[in-house]
């Protein structure tokens, strides 16, 4: 079999282990074989990486015992490079719960961990980017509880904005086969074709058909924005759809915070209930722009890598070259800065508050959440509540206190939970997600930032003051459609 240049930096790492493994003063266990298949190879290279990088470490066999290789089955590599992934996450388990701190419950797949061929901005699994770049029909549906079928999310610029399509619409069929709440597998199969007609029926009981088309298009992660009322109030509300790239979506969240200045603003409610992450740095700068100047300087949160990353005990990293926010390598001490070269000290990965924008006036802050909150977006909510009221309506989030930077092994990149975050009162023990204040459910029969939406209601109710309660029977609301990006990255970390 022809070796590839990839081939021979997979077995330099495997080389590179053994040697390291000879510091120890006990004899060590038998090493990877420096030989193999480019696959036997690639497996050993990401338990090789896990054992010194990987968030849980501590709880992974060693390698005979293990045996990365048993995963070689051929056919789908990507699919076997998972399921090995997967066996390591779990290890490590959670003794509050007795699970394993990434089960899922989903075989093969780990909770937070994951590997793909895709780069880092695509996310995982999400047709729009964390670079807000949109590759599909813009469009996700809903089933309202056993009622009907209801456009659940529409992104800005995209086919179905351009068609008119709002949140809400009830879509009767699509490419003339009708359609309910159990048509799940016919709507998701339609949803990725290049185009799809939808039936919308609206309010008044007329019906109307749109075809929008599959493009290229550039959105942004605000879906809207109000200013609403409660009592004498005036309420600041924000959909926000995922955290972006801060250099694309900036703009967009100081547009909507300097809207809440004009209006004087004293209550935010900020819906992330279909926000699965992002940037932690992009999550940071939104708590800067809710949270008052009295802050500025206190701790917001801090992240926390394993024993051997913070020692400078991971020279498997060697391998990994550092790139700045430009993509650009960097010079550092004479060499080409690279993963090992950084800092993962406690001291190093503290994060504090930076008065951003003039908003200073907000009082209290309402988070509308469901178990698609996850990850950057928990950090949001758990970084501001040593510090100010925060009530959170919906459903319980996804539990995510964990994030990770991309490994390049072969031609994948693997994202494994490298580090937990805790915020300023050491909490941080959300794994199972975080309990909401006001039960509600996600009223898909109503646009962002419509004051009759269920969640919009509760949290308007809660800021005037009348006893936090739920709204209405709760709905179960299945959804349809293209997934959005889970996770949390950190492409912060700074040279030691």
């Known amino acids: 079999m022809k070796k590839s240049n990839s081939l ?54 060693a390698y005979d015992v293990f045996n990365p290789r048993q995963y070689a089955t051929g056919g789908n590599l990507l699919s076997n490079y998972q399921r090995e992934l997967y066996a390591m996450t779990q290890f490590k388990i959670n003794d509050v719960t007795g699970e394993a701190y990434e089960y899922s419950g989903t075989p093969s797949h780990s909770k937070y961990s994951f590997i793909t061929e895709e780069s880092l901005d695509g996310g995982r ?10 590759d599909d029909l813009g469009i996700g549906l809903s089933a309202n509880g056993n009622i009907d079928v209801r456009v659940r999310i529409v992104h800005p610029s995209s086919p179905a904005a351009a068609a008119g399509l709002t949140r809400g619409m009830k879509v009767t069929a699509i490419n003339g086969t009708s359609v309910n709440v159990n048509s799940g597998s016919f709507i998701e199969s339609a949803l ?50 995922r955290f972006s790239n801060y250099s694309v979506t900036k703009a967009a969240i100081d547009q909507a915070f300097s809207q809440f200045t004009a209006a004087g603003v004293t209550a935010l409610i900020v819906d992330l209930r279909y926000n699965g992450g992002g940037y932690t740095q992009t999550a940071e700068y939104m708590v800067n722009h809710i949270a008052p100047s009295s802050l500025n300087g206190k701790v917001m949160y801090t992240e926390y890598f394993n024993t051997l990353l913070q020692t400078g005990k991971a020279p498997i990293l060697k391998q990994q070259l550092y790139r700045n926010s430009a ?28 008065d951003v924008g003039t908003l200073n006036t907000v009082k209290q802050v309402v988070f509308i959440v469901s178990g698609s909150t996850a990850s950057a977006s928990e950090l949001v909510i758990n970084s501001l509540k040593p510090y100010m009221p925060v009530k959170l309506v919906g459903s319980i989030t996804y539990g995510k206190p964990v994030g990770f ?80 990006f889970n996770g949390m990255i950190e492409t912060r970390l700074k040279l030691h």
């Open 8 to 61: 021979i930096q997979l077995l330099f790492l495997s080389m590179f282990w053994m040697a390291c493994r000879k510091d120890h003063k006990s004899d060590p266990p038998p090493a990877p074989p420096a030989e193999g298949t480019r696959e036997q190879l690639t497996l050993d290279s990401i338990y090789l990486y896990a054992q010194q990088v990987y968030l849980w470490y501590d709880a992974l066999p």
């Open 125 to 134: 699994q999400g047709t729009v980017d964390l670079n807000d770049k949109g």
């Open 192 to 241: 990725a074709q290049n185009s799809a007609t939808l039936t919308i029926q609206r309010e008044n009981g007329t019906t109307s058909t749109v075809t929008i088309t599959r493009k290229n298009y550039s959105t942004t992660a605000v879906l809207k924005t109000a200013i609403l009322d409660a009592g004498t109030q005036k309420v600041g509300y924000i959909a926000y759809s």
């Open 327 to 354: 993509g650009e390598t960097v010079m550092w001490n004479g060499h080409l800065a690279t993963y090992a070269d950084l800092d993962y000290t406690v001291a190093g990965n503290t994060f504090k508050f930076e």
């Open 405 to 484: 930077f991309g490994l390049r092994i072969d031609k994948y990149t693997v994202y494994m939970s490298n580090f937990y975050m805790k915020n300023s009162a050491g909490f941080g023990d959300y794994f199972h997600g975080l309990e909401v204040d006001i039960p509600s459910f996600d009223d898909v029969t109503h646009d962002f930032g419509d004051p009759g939406e269920m969640c919009v209601m509760s949290a308007l109710n809660y800021i005037e003051g009348h006893p936090a309660g739920r709204i209405g029977a709760m709905r179960q609301v299945v959804h349809m459609g293209p997934a959005s």
